[in-house]
């Protein structure tokens, strides 16, 4: 949920590509007004979680503050904001976020899913505007609630979050907004001779997702001090979370003025010096160039843009549900204990108004548990089916989600059939079978994938059902856009296979191919600059047997890459390799080859693109 506060024009230009809605929208924005009202009277300190665990605070971005320890769970308004569905904004656009429309949802989550560990209210963007869309600021340039909106203010909302047993969730944009600044002569609470020209850079120069805001110039201390009093009104309100938005590097924007890392160590740091432990999460489509300062500043960082479609369901598979079997890879080295990869809302509990067959809601929510995404739903809590109801509270696949396990990866390159593992503590591995296609297939999970063979006990996540044993493999005929979801145990042996580096000497390098330094390659070196017909080729491949062998590729690639693999004379396929998440890291695939028996060639051809870095492949003795 991206959850802009700058899409009133959204439904009137449904039916336009997402990109050229975004420019549409923050060019109808850009003149927004604004109007100032008068500071609530001062509020005492929230009531809930704050206490004895206040002081914890200090270490937000840090697993031993206990903040973000697992992904957090709940509820959030933005995908009934933002759709089209009939009844569900019936006062206009984005007019479902009220105060009575929150308290209903905080109720229902406190009655159907609290025991299952859903225990966030997120109230999303739009509090502080009146239903035409105008800004409301307090004297000192902070949002502030809507009275129509919400007539008893936030503080009231969180106090019977808080009552609930649950925690209470609010939204604010990244930088100063235009409608606070107030011609630069609006005072800093808690900052006397501080104003609002202080804070910005003199050329009012903007920023966020939308260029909804102006920069904030944090050379002047005075922009601290903004922060610190936003920072401590949420506190005071008792809030527990705060999503920041329009946050770049990301947001589709680059450049010295999305980069907004100072705003985000800003916020770190008046959290902090609150006392009160709040959840930072950071949106939307985050740079993963700065993922190092993501989980430094915050708890979580949305890797996508918005999961919904801003149409007549919350989702559909197309827009944008699918896009994240693409993009999570990357990532899956970035997130753990303190701060996650966030996926955006699961919409799988309302069926029609999801917009999602059954298969497509199943898969949704096992890709989002494997890679221990934030699960907070954007349903309507009321109304969940008893389908929907069956995901989001299946215990098992939830535990996936909040074990100790590593983000789960794929096994197999990037097609309409994937397969994606990670290996628990305990021995056994999570494995996860997707038919991305547009009709029924077939999808076999290998045990050679994972480094063993023989038997293992495979039991169904979701069906609850232990299925006995299975020797070498699990297929399992998937329909489209379905999933399954495992506990294999092995009980056989681990896989012989012999190892063979890219950069050995015995190889056959054409073209651009080269050898090159790296650090976390297996010896110290790679194969590079695979592109524009260059090939790296494997030579005395040597296996006992004629068939078809698991080879397990080693590589390294910043970006999802196609290389052409074939065996001997073949021709091979293009095969798309996941992203390793930077240049320096290496993962692993699984691709599937015929050997004769005696000695063998492997080649990795680019064709006329780019491919991934190769380390290394380990080929099996035998099969």
């Known amino acids: ?244 938005d329009g946050v770049g590097p990301g947001s589709f924007k680059s450049g010295d003025n999305y980069n907004n890392v100072p705003d985000v160590a800003a916020w770190h740091q008046a959290i902090a010096d609150t006392g009160r432990p709040i959840h930072l999460e950071l949106s939307w489509s985050l740079d993963i160039g700065h993922a190092a300062d993501w989980k430094k500043y915050s708890n979580g960082w949305r890797i996508d843009t918005d999961v919904e479609c801003y149409c007549n369901t919350l989702v559909t598979w197309e827009n944008s549900v699918n896009d994240r079997w693409n993009d999570a890879p990357a990532w899956s080295h970035k997130a753990g204990p303190g701060g996650w990869n966030d996926l955006d809302a699961i919409d799988v509990g309302n069926g029609a108004m999801d917009g999602l067959t059954n298969a497509e809601r199943q898969s949704y929510m096992t890709l989002w548990a494997i890679n ?15 389908y929907g109801l069956s995901l989001l509270t299946n215990q098992e696949v939830i535990a996936v989600d909040q074990n100790d396990s590593p983000v789960a990866r794929p096994v197999t390159p990037l097609g309409d059939q994937q397969v994606w593992a990670t290996k628990n503590p305990n021995g056994t591995y999570t494995v996860a079978l997707f038919n991305l296609g547009g009709s029924s297939a077939s999808v076999t999970a290998d045990w050679a994938s994972f480094g063993f063979t023989g038997a293992a006990s495979v039991r169904d996540l979701w069906s609850h059902e232990n299925l006995g044993t299975y020797k070498n493999k699990i297929t399992a005929t998937l329909p489209a856009h379905g999933s399954r979801l495992f506990t294999v145990k092995p009980a056989g042996t681990p896989l012989a296979t012999t190892r063979y580096e890219a950069e050995s000497a015995n190889n056959t390098l054409t073209g651009n191919a080269s050898v090159a330094g790296c650090d976390s390659c297996s010896g110290g070196k790679k194969i590079g600059n695979l592109y524009l017909d260059s090939k790296l080729q494997f030579n005395d491949i040597t296996v006992k047997k004629d068939g078809i062998y698991t080879v397990n590729v080693a590589y390294v690639s910043g970006d999802p890459r196609s290389v052409t693999v074939y065996s001997n004379s073949g021709h091979g396929t293009s095969l798309r390799f996941p992203s390793t998440g930077d240049w320096g890291t290496v993962d692993t695939v699984s691709v599937q080859l015929a050997l004769k028996a005696g000695s063998n060639t492997i080649t990795f051809d680019s064709g006329w693109d780019y491919s991934p870095d190769i380390d290394r492949i380990d080929v099996p003795k035998s099969v």
């Open 1 to 244: 949920m991206r959850s802009s506060p700058y899409r009133v024009l959204r439904g009137a230009l449904t039916g336009f590509p997402r990109r050229t809605l975004r420019a549409t929208l923050v060019l109808a924005v850009t003149a927004g007004l604004a109007t100032v009202v008068p500071a609530a009277a001062t509020q005492a300190a929230a009531s809930g979680s704050a206490g004895a665990a206040a002081t914890s605070a200090a270490t937000t971005g840090d697993a031993a503050s206990g903040l973000a320890a697992k992904p957090y769970m709940g509820w959030s308004s933005w995908s009934m904001q933002s759709s089209q569905y009939p009844g569900l904004n019936p006062d206009g656009n984005y007019s479902y976020l009220t105060e009575a429309n929150v308290l209903k949802q905080t109720d229902a989550l406190a009655a159907t899913l609290k025991k299952y560990g859903y225990d966030h209210v997120n109230i999303d963007a739009g509090w502080w505007m009146d239903k035409n869309w105008t800004s409301e600021f307090d004297q000192y340039g902070r949002q502030t609630p809507d009275p129509v909106r919400f007539p008893h203010g936030m503080k009231s909302v969180a106090d019977h979050i808080h009552s609930q047993g649950l925690k209470a969730g609010i939204y604010l944009p990244v930088g100063l907004e235009k409608g606070a600044y107030g011609d630069g002569k609006v005072p800093i609470g808690n900052a006397p001779g501080c104003t609002t020209a202080d804070i910005v850079y003199p050329d009012l120069r903007t920023t966020n997702g939308w260029d909804s805001a102006y920069k904030l110039n944090f050379d002047n201390p005075c922009a601290q001090k903004y922060i610190d009093s936003q920072a401590q009104l949420l506190a005071d309100w008792g809030y527990d979370f705060l999503k920041l």
């Open 372 to 386: 221990k995404s934030p699960l907070f739903t954007g349903d309507d809590l009321t109304k969940l089916d008893s």
